[in-house]
């Protein structure tokens, strides 16, 4: 029932989906005063959400810095959080723009920071059933970049990140592995990644990747050229700071 809610929830918080509410409600709506009203709310919020700058500076106020795996640290573990793949009909798999946090995780490995590779993540899709979970498949990309089944671990029933933390956490008590561990996920996901589990009672450091917005130097284009496509990348930044405030109201984080 959560995840489902999940989904309802990532479709309400999209600015496009207001933008289109209102712009319809102005053409049903007989009042005139009210008409105009609708349209200029719409106008002001694609222009606000449309804008490069303002999204950059928010994005990068919520997410972590970049960091370093200072030397000499090691963790018996990385747990690789979900999310960076699809599948087409044919049920080919496929990496996704979140791919990065692949890429940092097998970087770990292959420096000799970490021990064992934990995959987490089942299905994302809410009707569709598919033949082989996430996990799965990423199981299969590692081992094609050499790294041995035996220090690949995989929970393949979670279907979001409070999920992702206690299977996690069951499975690395079952097998003894004994803390620390790092946790690799998307930039913009880590607070709420790292509140639940904190609260799941998984001693982890974390490893953000996939960044959606960097520090780079700053173009007239950013100030005064929307972007249609940071609609979608509103609906996802909403989705952590709403998500965040409903695990915590509801014990998860």
């Given at each position: 029932?959560?995840?489902?809610?999940?989904?309802i929830?990532l479709f309400?918080?999209s600015?496009?989906?207001?933008i289109?509410?209102?712009?319809?409600?102005?053409?049903i709506?007989?009042?005139?005063?009210?008409?105009?009203?609708l349209?200029?709310?719409?106008?002001i919020?694609?222009?606000?959400?449309t804008?490069?700058?303002?999204?950059?500076?928010?994005?990068?106020?919520?997410?972590?810095?970049?960091?370093?795996?200072?030397?000499?640290?090691?963790y018996?573990?990385?747990i690789?959080?979900?999310?960076?793949?699809?599948s087409?009909?044919?049920?080919?798999n496929?990496?996704?723009?979140?791919?990065?946090?692949?890429?940092q995780?097998?970087?770990?490995y292959?420096?000799?920071?970490?021990?064992?590779?934990l995959?987490?993540?089942?299905?994302?899709?809410l009707?569709r059933k598919?033949r082989?979970?996430?996990?799965?498949?990423?199981?299969?990309?590692?081992?094609?970049?050499?790294?041995?089944?035996t220090?690949?671990?995989?929970e393949n029933?979670s279907?979001?990140?409070?999920e992702n933390?206690?299977?996690?956490k069951?499975l690395?008590?079952?097998?003894k592995?004994?803390p620390?561990?790092?946790?690799?996920?998307s930039?913009l996901?880590?607070?709420?990644?790292?509140?639940?589990?904190k609260?799941?009672?998984?001693?982890a450091?974390?490893?953000?990747?996939?960044?959606?917005q960097?520090?780079?130097?700053?173009?007239?284009?950013d100030?005064?050229?929307?972007?249609?496509?940071?609609?979608?990348g509103?609906s996802?930044?909403?989705?952590e700071?709403?998500?965040l405030c409903?695990y915590?109201l509801?014990g998860?984080?």
């Open positions: 029932m959560f995840f489902v809610l999940s989904k929830l309400l918080l600015p496009a989906f207001w289109l509410i209102l712009l319809g409600l102005s053409f709506i007989r009042n005139q005063g009210r008409k105009k009203l349209r200029i709310t719409a106008a919020l694609f222009i606000v959400f804008n490069p700058f303002l999204f950059n500076v928010c994005v990068r106020a919520w997410q972590p810095r970049p960091k370093d795996i200072p030397a000499g640290k090691h018996s573990a990385v690789l959080l979900g999310g960076m793949t699809m087409d009909r044919y049920e080919r496929f990496f996704g723009p979140e791919a990065d946090r692949f890429i995780t097998t970087k770990l292959h420096s000799g920071a970490v021990d064992k590779v995959l987490t993540g089942g299905s994302p899709y009707f598919v082989l979970s996430e996990a799965d498949h990423l199981k299969n990309e590692l081992l094609a970049q050499g790294i041995p089944a220090d690949i671990i995989v029933r279907k979001n990140t409070y933390a206690v299977y996690s069951r690395l008590d079952s097998l592995l004994a620390p561990y790092i946790v690799v996920t930039a996901h880590v607070p709420r990644a790292a509140a639940v589990f609260k799941a009672g998984v001693q450091a974390f490893f953000p990747a996939a960044y959606r960097i520090d780079h130097p700053r173009d007239i284009e100030f005064i050229i929307p972007s249609t496509q940071l609609l979608s509103w996802t930044f909403l989705k700071i709403v998500g409903i915590r509801t998860r984080a």
